[in-house]
C-alpha cells in the first residue's frame, strides 16, 4: 500500500514536471539562463536522478553501519536494495549526463573530474554485488558487503566536491542560474518526484527480499 | 541528431529503463510467490 502510494504520488508529480519543463520554462529565457533554457528537459531529470543515487548510496552507508551495529538480516536488506536502486539511478546520471553532454559540447564523454568519479561510484557499487555474489555463507557476506558499502561511500563525497572544481567540461553550480521562482519549483518538483519513487521502489525491494529471506529459511528448516 | 532528438532520447532512457526494472521487480515477486505457493504444498503434504 505504502509502496503504491510512493509510486501513484512520484508518477503524477513526474507528469507535472514534464508539464513544467514543457511548458513554462521555455518562456523564461533571458541572456544568462539562455543555454539553461535550451536544455532544461535533460536538466530537470538529470539533476533529480544524480541526487536521487547519492541518497541511494547515503543510505546503503547508514544501513551498513547499522548491521554491522544490530547485526540484524533487515539492515542488509535495506542495503542491498538502495545499493540496487543507485547503481539504476546511477545508470540514469551517466546516461542522460551523456546525452546532455553530446547535446552541450558536442561529446558524448570527457574524462574531467565529476563525470570520471562518477563512473568510479558505478563501478564501485557493481563490484559491491559482485562481492556478494561469490560469499556464499550469508552472515560472512551481509558483513563483507556492510564493510564494502561504507568505504565505496567515500566517492559520494568527492562526486559532490567535484561540481567545484574549474577546468572541466562539466558545469559547476555557477552555471546554474536558477534565476526565476518558476525554473527551481520545476527542479524541485522533479526532484521530489523521483524521491518518492526511489522511496516506493525501496520498500518494495525491502518487503521482496524479506519475503525471499523468510522462504529460504522456511526451506532450509524444512531441509533440516 | 538535432534539439529534439536529444531531448527525446533523454527521456527515453529513463522511462525505458524504470519500465525495464520495474518489469524485472515484478518477475521476482512472481516467482517468490510461485515459490511461496510450492512450500505451502509441501507443508500440507507433510
Not at chain 1, 7 to 24: D, G, K, N, Q, R
Not at chain 1, 62 to 76: G, Q, V
Not at chain 1, 210 to 219: C, G, M, N, Q
Request: aromatic letters at 16%; proline letters at 3%; a neutral charge.
Amino acid at each position: 500500500m505504502r509502496t503504491r502510494i510512493f509510486i501513484i504520488l512520484s508518477a503524477i508529480l513526474l507528469l507535472v514536471t514534464i508539464a513544467m519543463e514543457m511548458l513554462l520554462i521555455p518562456s523564461l529565457a533571458s541572456a544568462q539562463n539562455k543555454d539553461l533554457i535550451q536544455y532544461s528537459p535533460v536538466f530537470y531529470w538529470h539533476i533529480p536522478v544524480a541526487w536521487v543515487a547519492l541518497f541511494a548510496f547515503l543510505c546503503v552507508f547508514i544501513a551498513s553501519i547499522a548491521y554491522l551495529w544490530k547485526r540484524t538480516p533487515f539492515w542488509d536488506i535495506v542495503a542491498t536494495t538502495s545499493a540496487e536502486l543507485g547503481v539504476v539511478f546511477t545508470t540514469f546520471f551517466l546516461l542522460t549526463g551523456s546525452i546532455w553532454a553530446k547535446f552541450a559540447w558536442g561529446t558524448w564523454w570527457a574524462w574531467d573530474a565529476r563525470l570520471t568519479s562518477s563512473l568510479v561510484l558505478w563501478i564501485i557499487y557493481i563490484a559491491y554485488f559482485l562481492l556478494r555474489t561469490y560469499i556464499s555463507n550469508p552472515e560472512q557476506r551481509a558483513r563483507f558487503a556492510a564493510v564494502f558499502g561504507i568505504l565505496g561511500f567515500v566517492d559520494v563525497p568527492i562526486v559532490i566536491l567535484t561540481l567545484f572544481v574549474s577546468n572541466q567540461m562539466h558545469p559547476g553550480d555557477a552555471a546554474f542560474h536558477l534565476d526565476k521562482p518558476q525554473m527551481i519549483i520545476t527542479l524541485v518538483t522533479g526532484v521530489v518526484a523521483f524521491t518518492l519513487l526511489y522511496l516506493g521502489l525501496l520498500f518494495f525491494g525491502i518487503h521482496l527480499r524479506e519475503d525471499a529471506y523468510e522462504v529460504s529459511k522456511l526451506k532450509e528448516t524444512d531441509g533440516g | 541528431m538535432d534539439n529534439a532528438g536529444y531531448i527525446v532520447t533523454a527521456f527515453g532512457v529513463v522511462w525505458i529503463g524504470l519500465f525495464i526494472y520495474l518489469f524485472v521487480l515484478v518477475q521476482r515477486e512472481k516467482a517468490l510467490r510461485k515459490e511461496i505457493a510450492a512450500l505451502k504444498e509441501d507443508m500440507k503434504k507433510a
